[in-house]
Structure formats: structure tokens, C-alpha cells
């Protein structure tokens, strides 16, 4: 089933509370968070603390993005402070098998994320270990960039590994998910539409998330 998780990156982070409050009744059901640490990308979000917060606000799961050197190191702290859903990059991890275990050990859901330049086949042998993967469709460190077009190969292909193994890992895709993507990227397999600036970018979250949600159920109704 296709969803909605919108990206609080977006938002405005005076009022993180209240946005997420209208990006849920426009239909968003997971909540996305980037945590950056100005190292493995260019620029630097939030941690933990903030994590703890949204908890209180939100019933909603928190899918926690990690974009950080030495993500194990922090794993910990995200599972107590409320995290659900905790992805890492492949390209960040010395160790994946075992960064995924230490997720799973802490209580969270593991999740294996592809920078653009990162291909799918490099991480079969731990699909079975995945509760989704997540595909950058941008580079990652930045809302509002445009779709990498090649990406829809990356998820068709997911899709196609996911039959064949007879897995059940859920397809995330992440990056310029916006009103003129939303339809080829359902249709090309991917069910988790994170989105940021085509939900907070316009200061009327409920809206358009709504509206964005509409388009990719309608996509979806046509695979
Ligand atoms: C980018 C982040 C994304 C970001 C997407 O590094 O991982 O979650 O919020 O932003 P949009 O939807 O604006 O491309
Ligand atoms: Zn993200």
C-alpha cells in the first residue's frame, strides 16, 4: 500500500509540532526525520533530543534517516529516544550486517539506504535483514533537488529482487518526490513516498500533502 512520509526537513522547525499535526491530516502516516551531521553530508539537522520531542507530539511511527559518519555509535540514542524506523547508508557503514543487527537488537526497524551512485545488487545478501530500503533519488544533504531520472530502475529492480528472493522488505524512495514524479515512481514499485518540500515547502502541509497522496493513490490505482 502506497503512503505518505512526510519530511519534517521542510518544515518550520519553530512550529515542528503543528506541521506535523497538518501533514498527518492530509494523510501523511509516518514521519520522516533527517539526521545530518555535517560530515557525511554537507550540512547539519538534528539528533536525538529533537527525536524526543516529536515523540511526545506524535502517535505517528518516526522513520529516522540517519546521514552520519559512525552510525552505530548513535543508534542507542535514537531507540531511546523514541525512534521506530532506523535507516543507515550503505556507504557510511564499515560493518552493515552489524550495524542492521544493532538496530534490530535495540527494538527499531532496520532500514539500508543508496546514495545515487550506490547499485542495488550490492546489498542482496542482507535484504533478508531489511525491513525497507530506502533509495536517495538525489543526493543526499538537501530538500528540494530534482529526481535522478535512473532512480525508477533502481526501485524496479528492488521490486523484481523482492519477488525472486520472496522477501517482504518494504521500497522507500526519497528526493524530489513531488507532484510531475509521484506517478512514475508508484508505478515503478515504490510504496514509502518521502516527501518534504512538496508537503512543507508551500506552508499549507495538510493541502498538499493531501493533494500529493491523492496523485500517487491514483498512480497506484492504475499499475
Ligand atoms: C535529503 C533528505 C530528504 C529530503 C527530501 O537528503 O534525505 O528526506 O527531505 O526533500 P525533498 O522531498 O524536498 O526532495
Ligand atoms: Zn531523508
Not at 515503478?188 to 512543507?200: D, H, P, R, T
Request: with cysteine; proline share 5%.
Amino acid at each position: 500500500m502506497v503512503e505518505l512520509l512526510p519530511s519534517i526537513l521542510s518544515a518550520d522547525f519553530a512550529r515542528l509540532a503543528d506541521e506535523v499535526a497538518a501533514a498527518e491530516r492530509g494523510g501523511g502516516t509516518v514521519i520522516h526525520v533527517d539526521v545530518m551531521d555535517g560530515h557525511f553530508v554537507p550540512n547539519i539537522t538534528i539528533g536525538p533530543p529533537v527525536v524526543q520531542s516529536l515523540r511526545k507530539a506524535t502517535k505517528l511511527p518516526l522513520d529516522c534517516h540517519l546521514m552520519i559518519e559512525n552510525p552505530d555509535e548513535y543508534i542507542p540514542a535514537f531507540a531511546e529516544a523514541g525512534a521506530n524506523w532506523l535507516s543507515v547508508h550503505y556507504e557510511a557503514c564499515r560493518h552493515l550486517h552489524r550495524s542492521l543487527e544493532l538496530i534490530a537488537h535495540h527494538g527499531m526497524k532496520p532500514g539500508v539506504v543508496l546514495n545515487p551512485a550506490t547499485r542495488v545488487d550490492l546489498i542482496i545478501d542482507i535484504l533478508p535483514m531489511v525491513h525497507h530500503v530506502l533509495i536517495m533519488s538525489v543526493n543526499p544533504g538537501f530538500g528540494g533537488q530534482q529526481f535522478i531520472p535512473f532512480s525508477l530502475d533502481k526501485i524496479r529492480r528492488l521490486a523484481e529482487l523482492r519477488q525472486d528472493l520472496g522477501l517482504t522488505y518494504r521500497i522507500e524512495v526519497d528526493g524530489g518526490v513531488a507532484h510531475d514524479t509521484v506517478a512514475q515512481i508508484v508505478q515503478a514499485g515504490a510504496e514509502l513516498l518521502v516527501a518534504g518540500n512538496a508537503v512543507f515547502g508551500a506552508a499549507h502541509a495538510e493541502r498538499d500533502a493531501r493533494a500529493l497522496l491523492a496523485a500517487a493513490r491514483e498512480a497506484a490505482s492504475q499499475t
